[in-house]
């Protein structure tokens, strides 16, 4: 086992703290031996989750590949906005862009992968699907994890009416056993696995106990979103979608309510033709720590290596 290192990139916008910038931290997993490995994979997370993750899946992507699973902005380790409503795929986008450049002169990008759940689906469409952004190389392949450019509102709704809710636990396991019913779409854990997902959620809070790592301001978009606004975000997002050129690949909880299996099929039929794989017994979202799951993902981005 390896651990991953901790770094962060300066980003546009003004930070809560004060600063004109922010800082987004991102964890880096490289065991190829090689630092300057030029073959760069990309884990985003979903709305309320942070870069660890990705642990299970970067640590047996990390032999082939340097794996970077950031924090997006107003979570985990990464600076939380002074303007909520730049919470938003135009704002990570931006971040990501900064990203790429960065890990680039590090050691440069030859072939640039993916992986992105919910939120960090969308956020690699609007990467992937936009030939006017910056990018040090383009997307080679990208991988979807239970989203899509049409996203079911009964499910955004639901999403809303946790995210951002105060939250404080007396314990660890109290924090995980919570976490565990607001995320049963994730699909059976080992209690051991589900703990160690559960671990980088929170945080020390002032006067003890724990407190969820995000800041709660991240749900002030979202709750604010109409139906009407939902649709016409998809609109958009299919544009983007329809002009994706990477190898694309739906991976979907058979039981999702966010993305349905007609969004799926169209997914197949337009823009970059989609593989699609339904995971059974599994809502939204999965979460890459079971061994097939896993497989699934190595196959998809190693499998012509």
């Known amino acids: 086992m390896i651990e991953p290192t901790l770094n962060y ?6 930070a809560l703290n004060g600063d004109a910038v922010h800082r987004m931290a991102y964890w880096e997993w490289n065991q190829t031996g090689n630092p300057w490995h030029p073959h760069v994979m990309v884990c985003v997370h979903g709305l309320t989750r942070q870069g660890r993750d990705f642990d299970v899946l970067a640590q047996a992507l990390s032999a082939h590949a340097r794996v970077i699973c950031p924090d997006v902005t107003g979570r985990g380790y990464s600076d939380w906005l002074a303007e909520p409503m730049h919470y938003g795929v135009p704002q990570y986008t931006s971040d990501m862009v900064a990203l790429l450049h960065q890990v680039h002169q590090a050691a440069p990008i030859q072939a640039l992968d993916w992986v992105g759940t919910s939120m960090g689906g969308l956020i690699g469409m609007a990467v992937a699907g936009n030939p006017a952004l910056p990018l040090p190389v383009p997307v080679r392949k990208l991988l979807l994890n239970d989203v899509g450019p049409a996203l079911e509102w009964p499910a955004l709704q639901r999403i809303a009416a946790y995210v951002g809710k105060p939250a404080h636990f007396e314990t660890l396991q109290q ?3 919570t976490l565990q019913v607001l995320s049963a779409g994730f699909g059976p854990h080992t209690a051991q696995a589900w703990l160690a997902l559960s671990k980088p959620m929170v945080r020390p809070a002032q006067g003890g106990g724990w407190r969820l790592h995000y800041d709660p301001a991240i ?50 039929q337009r823009g970059p033709l989609a593989q699609w794989v339904d995971l059974e017994g599994v809502g ?8 097939d799951q896993v497989a699934i993902a190595r196959n998809f981005l190693l499998g012509d290596e």
């Open 219 to 268: 749900a002030l978009p979202m709750q604010g979103m109409t139906q009407e606004q939902s649709a016409r975000g998809a609109e958009v997002l299919w544009s983007l979608y329809d002009t994706i050129r990477a190898q694309t690949l739906l991976v979907r909880g058979a039981q999702s309510d966010l993305i349905t299996q007609n969004t799926a099929r169209a997914m197949q």
């Open 9 to 14: 990139v300066t980003c546009p916008g003004a």
């Open 175 to 177: 924090a995980a056993d």
């Open 284 to 291: 939204h979202a999965p979460t890459f720590v079971a061994d």
